[in-house]
């Protein structure tokens, strides 16, 4: 299917590693010219000229801590400064720690809201400005499935999942008659490097080996494995094209069938 990407602008945070960076190269396949935002350039830097490589369309990095007030601002100001539109947005910086309820200090609850819900909600204050004066504009926030299904050893990523849902549907219906429209992914356990990482842990941990942590942690998943990095990233270029249509507002869950209920 033609996303009708090619030559659109597309904005991705957390784009150095993870759901990001297949987002950006996924994007770049069908053509779109990137604006690569993270923290550390020479990560932010090696995607970028490795997606030059690949697929032959412009980028630029701008390298920022989302915590930071102004930085969302910042960084669509350097992608129109170097592009003069943004057509696409895919907000993938976050990052949660776990553990026991009563164990989690304040600091993981506070760190979670200032990277994942703050800085996404003003990457999408600093969008919209663009997005409406243009009258069109997609942005894809990536929540995650313990939004809808905490589970107990993972509460500081479920209580912000759950909170950018509902700002996701209520900042959709705001702008949806603009022409701007916003939807969230939500994936459950993904290959990404945080997971390989907890993967390890484990292994060090437990003795046991890395297949049977990851058969540990997917017995409740009815696909029984987690997803591969590139199954979100097909879905979030999906919903950042025209080729979504008329989908605003709404939540895609990416989790084999983890999230009991239907949708
Ligand atoms: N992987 C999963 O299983 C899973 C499941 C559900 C939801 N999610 C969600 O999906 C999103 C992406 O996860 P991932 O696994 O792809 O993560 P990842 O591989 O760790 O990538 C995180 C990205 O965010 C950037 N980042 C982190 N802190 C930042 C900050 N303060 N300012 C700017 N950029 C920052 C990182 O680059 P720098 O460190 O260089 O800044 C990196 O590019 C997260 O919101 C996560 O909660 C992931």
Known sequence: MDLHLKGKI?????????????????????????????????????????????????????SCDLTEV??????????LARFARIDVAVCSAGASGNGIFWEIPD???????????????????????????????????IAGNLGRQPLPRGLPSAFVNAALLAV?????D?????????????????RTPRFE???????????KSAEQIEQQMTLAVPSGRVSEVDEVARTVAWLAS??????????????????????
């Open 10 to 62: 597309a904005l991705v945070t957390g784009a150095s590693s993870g759901i990001g960076r297949e987002s950006a190269r996924t994007l770049a396949a069908e053509g779109a010219k990137l604006v690569l935002v993270a923290r550390t350039l020479t990560r932010l830097q090696a995607v970028a000229d490795e997606i030059a490589r690949d697929f032959g369309v412009e980028t630029e990095v701008f």
């Open 70 to 79: 102004d930085a969302p601002e910042r960084a669509v100001a350097t992608a």
């Open 107 to 141: 600091a993981v609850w506070e760190s979670s809201f200032r990277l994942k819900f703050m800085g996404t909600v003003r990457t999408m204050r600093a969008l919209l400005a663009p997005m409406r004066a243009q009258k069109a504009g997609r942005i894809v926030v």
């Open 168 to 172: 996701v549907k209520g900042a959709a």
């Open 174 to 190: 705001e702008v949806a008659a603009e022409g701007v429209f916003i939807n969230a992914v939500s994936p459950g356990l993904t």
């Open 197 to 207: 990482e907890r993967v390890a842990a484990q292994v060090q941990s437990t003795g």
């Open 242 to 263: 025209s080729a979504a249509g008329h989908i605003t507002g709404t939540n895609v869950t990416i989790d084999g069938g983890h999230t009991k209920g239907v949708t």
